[in-house]
């Protein structure tokens, strides 16, 4: 390389990464989180043709069309919702992201969660810290043999039902996009989302956020599912519809839910954050050392990959 290639990394990516990058002769510059104004006097003063970013820095249309310097806008961490990729696309400019570094953190909460409902762990947590010994409330019931259902059984989905058959659940399995043939080693592959809602105890969501599945755990879906069941999303916000959920919460439909992810966040003070039923978490699915470390890592790999192949071109003396 005989002019370095510029990287600006915001947002605090892991310090791994920025060390595979500077060992491979990239010049990097690290910057806390940017707003857009921001951003675009950074790159127009000091041009990058690499930006890093997690998910504070929001990459918008404005800053594709107030520079023109990038050549790649790499996120550490899965989906892309941060940067506009149409408007990179119309720039010229490749994205890219880590889908799966942080798989294994989402696992592992949804594991806790569904712990967390059985028992009511939190509850009874915050009840000795309010300085109360309160054993009548706590009754919980036991994982073992009661029937999870999965809504999507992707890499994450997947993993989650070997976990889950570990603690003696049943595993049931719905997911489109895959083969029964495929699932069947996870999982119980069901035909339809009508089986999982109607025959499961708990529900865990793990499909991406598309048009298809906005809402698609709404008043319908409730409608069939059992009495006392109890509901996870640790996937994305909006997936689940809240409102459907405090009025099936308030039947007495469901017995419990544990939400990390919101259709807005962080969500409106309202019923959803007064519920003793409902386990409220801030967005933490990724927020592991590891998870971090393995995304800025599979990040830094794509990077160096990219300018390997386009080095050439990109280069005027
Ligand atoms: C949709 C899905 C799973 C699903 C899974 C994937 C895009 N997509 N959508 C509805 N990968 C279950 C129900």
């Known amino acids: 390389m005989d002019v370095k290639v510029r990287v600006l990394v915001c947002d605090g ?9 500077t ?29 890093i970013v997690r998910s504070s820095t929001k990459v918008t249309r404005k800053v594709f069309e107030s ?3 990038l050549k790649l806008v790499g996120r550490a961490g899965v989906g892309v919702d941060n940067i506009d990729v149409k408007a990179a696309t119309g720039a010229k400019v490749k994205v890219m992201n880590t889908p799966g570094g942080n798989s294994n953190a989402v696992i592992e909460l949804t594991v806790g969660f569904i712990l967390c409902l059985a028992r009511q762990i939190p509850k009874a947590d915050r009840t000795m810290k309010e300085g109360r010994w309160e054993k009548k ?22 993993e989650v039902a070997r976990r889950a058959r570990a603690l003696g659940m049943e595993v049931l399995g719905y997911d489109p996009y895959l083969a029964a043939a495929v699932l069947k080693d996870a999982c119980e592959p069901v035909a339809s989302l009508q089986d999982i809602y109607r025959r499961s105890d708990f529900i865990s969501i793990h499909t991406p956020l598309t048009d298809e599945t906005r809402g698609l755990v ?3 879906a409730f409608a069939l599912m059992k009495d006392g069941v109890r509901i996870v999303n640790a996937a994305r916000g909006g997936i689940l519809d809240e409102e459907a959920l405090l009025k099936a919460l308030n039947t007495g439909k469901v017995a419990g839910a544990a939400l990390d992810v919101y259709s807005e966040e962080p969500p409106r003070q309202g019923a959803l ?45």
């Open 273 to 317: 954050l007064e519920d003793d039923r409902l386990i409220l978490t801030p967005h933490i699915g990724a927020a592991t050392g590891e998870s971090q470390d393995t995304c800025a890592d599979m990040l830094a790999d794509q990077v160096i990959q990219f300018f390997a192949k386009n080095r050439a071109i990109n280069v005027v003396n």
């Open 137 to 158: 409330t706590m009754m919980g019931i036991e994982v073992k043999g009661k029937v999870l259902g999965l809504v999507g059984v992707g890499r994450i989905g997947c």
């Open 67 to 69: 520079v023109n310097c």
């Open 23 to 51: 060992g491979q002769g990239f010049e990097v510059e690290e910057t806390k989180a940017l707003a857009e104004d921001d951003l675009i006097r950074k790159l127009s003063a000091n041009p990058a043709e690499c930006l």
């Open 13 to 21: 990516v892991a310090k791994k990464a920025v060390q595979q990058l």
């Open 218 to 220: 709404g008043s319908e």
